[in-house]
T-cell receptor, first 114, second 116 residues
Framework: SQTIHQWPATLVQPVGSPLSLECTVE??????LYWYRQAAGRGLQLLFY??????ISSEVPQNLSASRPQDRQFILSSKKLLLSDSGFYLCAWTASGTGGPTPFFGPGTRLTVL | AQTVTQSQPEMSVQEAETVTLSCTYD???????LFWYKQPPSRQMILVIR??????QNATENRFSVNFQKAAKSFSLKISDSQLGDTAMYFCAFIHSGGSNYKLTFGKGTLLTVNP
């Protein structure tokens, strides 16, 4: 069966520090991958999505970037965090190909920027 | 551009009663999927129900069912026999199938409280 992992689960970082959040999917190949951010009590904002290695579509450029170095690995990065980057970050995957997409989510990373 | 609208920011229901959450969407495509997700206080996103646009029959999962009106672009969620554990944020979501548009778009959510 397929599983999706995110780490770290919780992160507290100072303003101006770098960021690296990792998402990996097991049990499938060539998934579509997504990064979302959720501010407290609010909806999900799509940040990036990827349909293959090295293929990244950006919805909210700002100071965040994403990379997909391997088929089942999706990384969210920043060189310098802002206070507004605080939030709950969710990674999701959907299967490509036949059968239709059903998105599944990882457990999330709670990021606090101080 | 595809959009998903949930017009009810908050709702409440008494335990054992029925509640309906609304969702409308906008797309020019014919082939797509619709979803309802539940997000409890743990913030884990849990898939509640899935509907394929080409199917006229409404999807059901135990106490959860949808009213899918394709022409009206409406996709409401009905929760029967509400339980305290149903208290959560509920999100409606949309994704195209096929083609080159893989964006998964969410509504802003409805906070449902089930009262004892």
């Amino acid at each position: 069966s397929q599983t999706i992992h995110q780490w770290p689960a919780t992160l507290v970082q100072p303003v101006g520090s770098p960021l690296s959040l990792e998402c990996t999917v097991e049990g499938t190949s060539n998934p579509n991958l997504y990064w979302y951010r959720q501010a407290a009590g609010r909806g999900l904002q799509l940040l990036f999505y990827s349909v293959g290695i090295g293929q990244i579509s950006s919805e909210v450029p700002q100071n965040l970037s994403a990379s997909r170095p391997q088929d089942r690995q999706f990384i969210l990065s920043s060189k310098k965090l802002l206070l507004s980057d605080s939030g709950f970050y969710l990674c999701a995957w959907t299967a490509s190909g036949t059968g239709g997409p059903t998105p599944f989510f990882g457990p999330g990373t709670r990021l606090t920027v101080l | 551009a595809q959009t998903v609208t949930q017009s009810q920011p908050e709702m409440s229901v008494q335990e054992a009663e029925t509640v309906t959450l609304s969702c409308t969407y906008d797309t020019s495509e014919n082939n797509y999927y619709l979803f309802w997700y539940k997000q409890p206080p743990s913030r884990q996103m849990i898939l509640v129900i899935r509907q394929e646009a080409y199917k006229q029959q409404n999807a059901t999962e135990n106490r959860f069912s949808v009213n899918f009106q394709k022409a009206a672009k409406s996709f409401s969620l009905k929760i029967s026999d509400s339980q305290l554990g149903d208290t959560a944020m509920y999100f409606c979501a949309f994704i195209h199938s096929g083609g080159s548009n893989y964006k998964l778009t969410f509504g802003k959510g409805t906070l449902l409280t089930v009262n004892p």
